[in-house]
């Protein structure tokens, strides 16, 4: 969560900075994942973050890249895809501040869910 803080801040500042437009020119890509699937790809991403210890899952051993592999075919994106989206998408900070706001609501939003007292 700490490195999720940090990621926000840095974007932030960035958004700061007259950052109106796309700071770099960007060009498509064909197989662009759209914006909201993204924005959900980047929320499963943390989530399995947030499980992680090190470069593994905690209590396995699995490479965390490996998990994100079987997330990324679950979702029917390629590993290419995504990086592809995910560099397209980080040349605008401005749009990737809106993201991780929403990516922020929805963690905040599962936790407060998760740490609920169970009815009886």
């Known amino acids: 969560m700490v490195k999720l803080g940090i990621w926000i801040?840095?974007?932030s500042l960035l958004?700061?900075?007259?950052?109106?437009?796309?700071?770099?020119?960007?060009?498509?890509?064909?197989n662009l994942i759209p914006d909201a699937e993204f924005t959900q790809l980047l929320l499963e991403m943390h989530r399995i973050e947030g499980a992680r210890g090190?470069?593994?899952?905690?209590?396995d051993?699995?490479?965390?890249?490996e998990i994100y592999?079987?997330?990324?075919?679950?979702?029917?994106?390629?590993?290419?895809?995504v990086a592809e989206s995910y560099t397209y998408y980080h040349g605008d900070p401005a749009g990737m501040v809106r993201r991780y706001e929403i990516i922020m609501?929805?963690?905040?939003?599962?936790?407060?869910?998760t740490l609920r007292p169970v009815e009886p």
Request: with cysteine; charged share 15%.
């Open 54 to 59: 090190g470069e593994t899952l905690m209590g």
């Open 61 to 65: 051993s699995i490479p965390v890249w």
């Open 9 to 11: 801040a840095a974007l």
């Open 69 to 81: 592999a079987g997330t990324f075919a679950r979702l029917g994106y390629t590993a290419e895809q």
């Open 15 to 30: 958004a700061c900075t007259n950052a109106a437009q796309p700071v770099a020119p960007r060009t498509k890509p064909s």
């Open 105 to 113: 609501d929805s963690l905040r939003a599962q936790s407060r869910q």
